[in-house]
């Protein structure tokens, strides 16, 4: 079965930084994508930050130049700073991984965890 767990998040003052991190466990034979969605109160959820195997990772326009993702094989972190407070929602890790050889590709989502900003 995989797991995908989350950690970090929390409460920042506007300008602070937090971190979180994603780790995906289970039978993979291979992890294709690893990213971040969240979503606020009232509000869709929506990309935030993604990296692929290969090439340059994908950022939502609002988080550009302040988030940074990165990933070391079945890890992902997401590095927040100048936080603020239209940054608070609950952020979730989404993985697309290929379970095995010749499988479909498949997604899962972590449970998500909380980034207040407070202002």
């Known amino acids: 079965q995989v797991q995908v767990a989350e950690s970090g998040g929390g409460l920042v003052q506007t300008g602070g930084s937090l971190r979180v991190s994603c780790t995906v466990s289970?039978?993979?034979?291979?992890?294709?994508?690893m990213g971040w969605y969240r979503q606020a109160p009232g509000e869709q959820r929506e990309l935030v930050a993604r990296a692929f195997p290969a090439g340059s990772p994908q950022y939502a326009d609002t988080v550009n130049g302040r988030f940074t993702i990165s990933r070391d094989n079945n890890r992902a972190t997401l590095q927040m700073n100048s936080l603020k407070p239209e940054d608070t929602a609950v952020y979730y890790c989404h993985v697309d991984v290929t379970r095995r050889p010749l499988d479909p590709r498949k997604e899962y989502w972590g449970r998500g965890t909380q980034v207040t900003v407070s202002s």
């Open positions: 289970g039978g993979i034979f291979s992890i294709n994508i």
